[in-house]
């Protein structure tokens, strides 16, 4: 990938949910148009400006876009019907087993509420390779605030010049830089790859399997 690593060996990785670990694009889709027309009725959904903010809590995207606070109710509960739709990318169980046999700790800070995380983890069979699962809801402010991955690394033990956070939103990006951990885009998902390398963030993987190597190499 072209850049430094760490400051330090590395120590843990704090990772995005959606489009970094799972492929749960489509169900936020179908899940988001039913609670547009329960709440707001006819009319297309706007998921396309919803998925601009991707990373943030659900809540706060309703606020930026002007759409009632009503609409979580009917999304969470289809994102909850449609879990067994969601599918884990190719290459993250690897990923996941060699970073744990390589002695470096991980945690999820996700832009979900930590219940809805931890069940969807649970149900992929991958929950258990986590040390901590941490929603939005759990921290006094959600992305692109510094306060989740923050919480993360302190649950993981390490200092933040020997964390990494690996997100595919821009605001995943900001939140780790404001808390001082090294920030890298994951290219693999549905998001647009030109937002995250206008970003500029410390380092770019094109798939879990990139990822992984630069974070053996960082870990010295």
């Known amino acids: 990938m072209g850049i430094e690593l760490t400051p330090a060996p590395l120590r843990g990785v704090v990772f ?5 670990l799972a492929d749960s ?3 936020m889709r179908e899940a988001f ?18 998925s601009r903010h991707l990373g943030r809590y659900f809540p706060d995207i309703m606020t930026i876009m002007g759409l009632p ?4 109710g009917p999304f969470v509960r289809e994102s909850y019907r449609l879990a067994d739709r969601v599918r884990l990318f190719d290459g993250v169980v690897d990923l ?19 219940p809805r995380a931890r069940s969807l983890l649970a149900g992929l069979g991958i929950a258990e390779l986590f040390e901590h699962i941490v929603g939005s809801d ?26 990494v956070m690996i ?24 998001s647009d790859p030109a937002p995250l390398l206008d970003a500029r963030p410390d380092a770019a993987a094109a798939d879990p399997g990139e990822f992984l190597a630069w974070c053996l190499k960082a870990a010295r």
């Open 138 to 163: 759990e921290v006094a402010r959600p992305k692109p605030a510094p306060d989740i991955v923050l919480r993360a690394v302190e649950l993981l033990g390490i200092d933040r010049e020997e964390a």
């Open 96 to 114: 996941l087993q060699e970073l744990r046999e390589a002695g470096i700790r991980c945690a999820v800070a996700t832009g979900k509420s930590g």
């Open 167 to 190: 997100g595919d939103a821009v605001s995943d990006l900001a939140s780790a830089r404001s808390a001082g951990v090294t920030a890298v885009a994951a290219l693999w998902g549905e």
């Open 33 to 50: 148009a039913v609670a547009y027309r329960e709440v707001v009725g006819d009319g297309e959904p706007p998921f396309e400006e919803y």
């Open 16 to 20: 995005d949910l959606d489009g970094v």
């Open 69 to 72: 606070l009503e609409m979580e």
């Open 25 to 27: 694009f489509g169900v």
